[in-house]
């Protein structure tokens, strides 16, 4: 039986560069991955989404040329194109990925299911396809796939997820929508924008959950523009198919028709047939418990990246590498004690870090708030993107930043400079007082910061 120091399972955003990174410390690696290197990110997520979002931008743009003083007298989307340049995208980087690793005897790279499957000693055995192999240390990164809500009669229809959207290449005549989630909106702008008609269903009482209400009304607002329409609180009683289209039926509400149904109603954890059981790893509902060094309860098991819950993100994923490295390979000083970003790319874009508002006033700080208008900024009205407001929040003793939310063009990257402040746990005075470039929507950030004090 091959014996490795460490043998990692999936091969996604925590794998990857784990497995390119141990090998520089010396240390025998195995990786395990099922199906494609990359995982969620780069095979259906992260990269096609994006790059389908871009041909939605540029049709929406080409759409709005008469405002510019252009003349483009009709925009035509060749929807089958456009997914064929995101599945072009992934194709290259999975590629790399795979240049990089594969026929490498360290790591050596396993191409297989895998499970755990007790112990040999101190070692962890696994089966992966048809061999076995030891390890001292295993480390899970198994990822997440798309959960399919047990609604009466989904079981009959052929639902699109986030994981198999890819597939789809004739452009649905109307889409309906479950859930009202990052994917769920950045998917629906997409289809809207390529010419579906579009309806977002949603059980709670606003979209983006995890948002202050004055932003995701904001962002329903803007989407609504757009032609999408919404249906929160709203509650599914059954799905059926009728005629060659499908029926979702809502709790008091009745009957929405539509032709094609696109389920994004959470992420389900990689973890059912992993054999965690058959070395005791803890988990609280498919989810693995890790502490803030990616220890489980088991000494010598780690977890990276989204099983773990909490913040399911690439480049949460990504840094989990670093924990890990440190931990297995270095000095065991990096923790998962960091600020975490995100953002979720509906256009205009939404750029987030630390706490909401909501958050802050519920932590019993005292906090100052500001709010600043995209409009007010030039270089918006100057470039036609006036939508989006900045939201700051700061604790109103040390200055310093609790949390961010800047929704215009451009706002995952232009949150970035709060994400700096927050690291360098500098209070806001250093933006307000900086010189910045006119125009750029950067002076917004400012302008924000300066409302603050
Ligand atoms: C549609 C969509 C869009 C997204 N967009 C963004 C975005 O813009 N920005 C962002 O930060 N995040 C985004 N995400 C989230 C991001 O993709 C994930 O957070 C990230 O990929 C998590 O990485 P991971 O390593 O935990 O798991 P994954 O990337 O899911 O990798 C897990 C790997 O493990 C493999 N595996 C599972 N079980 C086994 C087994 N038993 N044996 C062997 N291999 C196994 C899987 O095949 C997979 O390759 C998006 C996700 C989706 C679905």
Same mark, same amino acid.
């Given at each position: 039986m091959n014996h490795y120091e460490v043998a990692i399972i999936g091969g996604g955003q925590a794998g990857v560069p784990l497995a390119y990174a141990l090998p520089r410390a010396g240390k025998r690696i195995v990786l395990i991955e099922r199906k494609h290197l990359g995982g969620s990110c780069v095979n259906f997520g992260c990269a096609p989404t994006k790059a389908a979002i871009a041909s939605a931008r540029l049709a929406h $743009?080409?759409?709005? #040329?008469? !405002?510019?003083?252009?003349? %483009? @007298?009709? =925009? !035509?989307?060749d929807f089958a194109a456009v997914i064929q340049r995101a599945r072009d995208i992934v194709a290259g980087q999975r590629s790399g990925i795979e240049r990089g690793l594969t026929g490498k005897d360290n790591p050596r790279v396993i191409t297989a299911q895998a499970r755990l499957d007790g112990r040999d000693g101190d070692r962890f055995r696994i089966?992966?396809?048809? !061999? +076995?192999?030891?390890? *001292?240390? =295993?480390? $899970? *990164?198994?990822? +997440?796939?798309?959960?399919?809500p047990p609604i009466d009669g989904i079981g009959d229809l052929d639902v699109i997820h986030a994981g198999n959207w890819l597939?789809?290449? /004739?452009? @649905?005549?109307?889409? %309906?929508? %479950?859930?009202?989630?990052?994917?769920?909106?950045?998917?629906?702008?997409?289809?809207?924008?390529?010419?579906?008609?579009? =309806?977002?269903? !949603?059980? $709670?009482?606003? %979209?983006?959950?995890?948002?202050? @209400?004055? =932003? #995701?009304?904001?962002?329903? *607002?803007?989407?609504?523009?757009?032609?999408? /329409?919404?249906?929160?609180?709203?509650k599914i009683d059954r799905v059926e198919k009728r005629g060659s289209g499908i029926v979702v039926q809502i709790a008091e509400k009745g009957a929405i028709a539509g032709t094609h149904l696109f389920v994004a109603a959470g992420r389900k954890p990689n973890t059912d047939d992993l054999g965690l059981d058959t070395v005791g790893v803890k988990m609280n509902r498919g989810i693995v418990e890790a502490d803030e060094r990616l220890s489980t309860n088991v000494r010598g098991i780690w977890a990276a990246g989204d099983i773990r819950g909490g913040p399911m993100f690439t480049h949460t994923a990504w840094d989990d590498h670093r924990v890990l490295y440190s931990q297995i390979a270095g000095d065991r000083s990096r923790t998962t004690e960091r600020v975490v970003p995100y953002a979720i790319f509906t256009d205009p874009e939404i750029g987030r870090v630390g706490m909401t508002e909501t958050q802050a006033r519920k932590s019993g700080k005292e906090i100052k708030v500001a709010r600043f208008e995209i409009r007010r900024n030039s270089k918006s009205l100057e470039i036609g993107e006036p939508d989006g407001f900045i939201k700051v929040i700061a604790d109103a003793s +040390?200055?310093?930043?609790?949390?961010?939310?800047?929704?215009?063009? /451009?706002? #995952?990257e232009l949150v970035h400079i709060y994400i700096d402040l927050m690291n360098a746990r500098a209070p806001f005075s250093v933006i307000r007082d900086a010189v910045y470039i006119h125009p750029t929507f950067a002076e917004a950030i400012q302008s924000a910061a300066t409302m603050l004090g």
């Open positions: $743009l080409a759409r709005r #040329a008469a !405002e510019f003083g252009l003349r %483009i @007298p009709s =925009v !035509e989307v089966v992966a396809g048809d !061999e +076995t192999v030891l390890a *001292d240390h =295993v480390v $899970l *990164d198994t990822g +997440t796939r798309s959960a399919i597939e789809h290449t /004739e452009l @649905p005549q109307r889409m %309906i929508v %479950i859930g009202g989630g990052v994917i769920a909106l950045e998917m629906a702008q997409f289809y809207r924008r390529m010419g579906s008609e579009v =309806v977002v269903i !949603e059980a $709670l009482a606003q %979209i983006a959950g995890s948002e202050d @209400p004055d =932003v #995701a009304e904001a962002l329903q *607002d803007l989407l609504e523009r757009e032609g999408i /329409e919404f249906h929160l609180e709203a +040390t200055g310093q930043l609790l949390g961010a939310m800047v929704m215009c063009n /451009e706002a #995952a």
